[in-house]
């Protein structure tokens, strides 16, 4: 499995952009895919996810500001990001689950990471 990451770059306050994740080997079906993103010295973050039947959550910090959407054919993870705040500043990282889990008790669990692309807002 391969996820890359492009978009990433310097954005000046109240602008936007938009991330893609290139995946590889990796079938988008019962579990979903993710944005994280890290700044240095703290977790790992959960920004936005879509599950498997395309059901989209927001981290509080991004919601109404950001879209995140899923393209099966093209094998392509997208996160919009509009009206960027300082605090925006972090690598963002692309992550696709697996499920996992028991028999009794499945569940998704992030299986795979990209290299994780940088957004800078100044």
């Known amino acids: 499995v391969q996820l890359v990451e492009s978009g990433g770059g310097s954005v000046q306050p109240g602008g936007s952009l938009i991330l893609s994740c290139a995946y590889s080997?990796?079938?988008?079906?019962?579990?979903?895919m993710a944005w994280y993103r890290q700044v240095p010295g703290k977790e790992r973050e959960l920004v936005s996810r879509?599950?498997?039947?395309?059901?989209?959550m927001y981290a509080d910090s991004v919601k109404g500001r950001a879209t995140i959407t899923q393209e099966n054919a093209k094998k392509k993870l997208s996160l919009q990001l509009k009206s960027l705040q300082t605090e925006d500043t972090a690598v963002y990282y692309c992550?696709?689950?697996?499920?996992?889990?028991?028999?009794?008790?499945?569940?998704?669990?992030?299986?795979?990471w990209g290299q994780g692309t940088q957004v800078t807002v100044s």
């Open positions: 992550a696709a689950e697996t499920i996992g889990g028991t028999a009794s008790n499945p569940e998704c669990k992030v299986s795979y």
């Open positions: 080997g990796y079938t988008f079906a019962m579990c979903g």
């Open positions: 879509i599950s498997g039947d395309h059901v989209t």
